[in-house]
């Protein structure tokens, strides 16, 4: 027997109508190219959003259809992501700091037939034009005068919106469309495709906000530091507005100064981003003597947050949640939202309980596989493969049977490549990446917990552990610093700083030096760069021999 319920398809762009309604003086404020702020409320952007979707019908562009983005965060992104999708368009954002090669690749694997890029970012797109083959429009995301004086076939965004309407009739498209499509950012292998539906945005949307109630207040601001290019902002542009919250948008400025005045002037209360962002941001935080404003939150992603940026952050008052996911998975997969009974307990006990991924959305499955793809206890001690499966996660790559075949079971499950453990209470703990464990005599030594607490010595700004070759012991890790200031910690010291912590046989067994961390077009330390360079390396204890 079924349900007597109406049945209405989810739609993206009901979103925004409904903020434009319900919300009506929330907005967005960008921060653009030239320096100064724009202001506009939700029912500005819905206005706004209908002049864009009539400019792409005469663009003669098709439902289904893939249009690039390459910009930053601002509300004209912002726009884009309301009517390419609201219209049956998918919207194809593209990060701008791939490699040529890689742009390339995704714009010609899309088949992207339009973008729109930001003023700044047009030489790009001048560079690699001969060589997109199905790319038919490039629009300038500004006025007139952003486009540059040799513009010729080049479109201006505001004229377009200028010449059409803002009313548009918004179709009832099945929500099983596809609305969104991010590429992984191909550090191994080609870039991979997530092509999201309306529905698992939607679904998404919902899930984040109810998982995030001490980060997403109506009536707040949220600045997303994650790029839009990123996996779609962690879905903030869908998550803030159904939440009744002001979205600042930083533009392309992501120094800590930067933010800290935005924070500080826009009445910023969470904030989202990669731990790298928060250690720039901690630095202008304690040159100037105390935190910015009304900061009271943030969420954390992309890479493990080290202990010491934790307490920091907490000694001040402000909160730190810590999220997991992956732009397969749409991409936020948990929260950090503490038990109750741990919030109103000490420093060192709070801190601890924010080490990990915190817990499951609702709706998103965790499984743990050992290397035989047996399930293996959920006891917080044995760490295995994680799998994940649920209404926002994907089925396959887009046009890529390969990948598709290698990342998922038999089950339907898909394989992050993430070693985690998960206790009784269902917290998560990412122990590494497969590829960046350090397997030692038979036994897996984890890159993230060394780094996290290596990063809290005082003679170290930066750090990353990389495992080299043993002839006896099969792998060993080697510690890379960036160092705090002149002084060099000894290996010795970093022995005993670590030794509470670690085993011995866990302890690295060299140091090197550098004077900055390689890192990824998403803001993450690249181990891959580094164990390309030092691929020649050879442990101290093999040069005696």
Known sequence: MLGQMQHHPLRIIDILTFSAEAFHSQGITSVMEDGRRTRHTYPELLARTGRLANALDRLNLQQGDRIATLAWNTHRHFELYYAVSGTGRICHTINPRLSAEQLVFIFNHAEDRAVFVDPSLVPLVAELRTRLSTLDHVVVMGGRADLPSDARDLLCYEDLLSAAPSDYDWPDLPEESAAALCY?????????????????????????????PQSLRNGRAVLPVVPMFHVNAWGLPFTAPLAGMDIVMPGRSLDGASLYTLIEQEHVFTAWGVPTVWAGLLQEIRSRGGPPGELGDLVIGGAAAPRSLIAAYEEMGINVNQAWGMTEMTPVGSRGLLPPEVRSASLDTRVDAQIGAGRRLFGVDFKLVDENGNRVAHDGQTPGELYVRGNTIISGYYNDPEATARAMDKEGWFGTGDVATIDATGRLIVRDRAKDLVKSGGEWISSIDLENTAVGHPGVRACAVIAVPHPKWDERPVLVIVPEGDARVTLDEMHRHLSDRFARWQLPDDILFVDALPMTATGKVSKLTLRQTFADFVLPDLREE
């Open 184 to 212: 992984t950012s191909g550090t191994t292998g080609a870039p991979k495709g997530a092509l999201y539906s309306q529905r698992a945005t939607v679904l998404h949307a919902l899930m984040v906000v109810a998982g995030h």
